[in-house]
């Protein structure tokens, strides 16, 4: 008899198609070849699955940003990240020649209304409350 509690479990996979996501985060970073870029995580709808995509300055990147915005419905220009959160699009996803999931382009809203409604609570973005300067330390409460 084994001290061990062993059930089989198997990573869950979602396959090709067409997904709703929620942006769960969105921040800058450098790409291996040094370009200025934007990586946002995509949560699927009804899945535990996240994918990341990038928006590397270049050539591209104008087209796949204008398609974001368009998908998710965030203020074309709007690179406040922190408001990107809890945004809703749907795009179309492939799998790569390692199995995972990469987003072959995003889907406009009008597309994505042929997708099955959202499942569990509708996320809600996040909003940057502006903060007043203060004008001197005698204002601070410490």
Do not use: C
């Amino acid at each position: 008899m084994s001290k061990w509690n062993y059930a089989r479990e198997e990573t869950p996979r979602a396959g090709a198609g067409d997904y709703r996501f929620e942006v769960i985060n969105a921040v800058e970073d450098v790409s291996k070849s040094g370009k200025d870029m934007i990586v946002v995580s995509l949560k699927l709808n009804g899945t535990n699955i996240t994918v990341k995509d990038y928006f590397v300055a270049g050539e591209w990147f104008n087209r796949k940003v204008t398609q974001f915005f368009d998908s998710t419905n965030i203020e074309e220009g709007n690179f406040e990240f922190l408001t990107w959160i809890g945004a809703v699009g749907a795009a179309r996803f492939k799998e790569d020649e390692n199995g995972y999931l990469k987003v072959h382009y995003y889907l406009k809203p009008e597309q994505a209304e042929k997708l099955p409604p959202w499942q569990g609570d509708m996320p809600e973005r996040q909003t940057v409350t502006e903060f007043a300067p203060v004008n001197s330390d005698d204002d601070l409460p410490f």
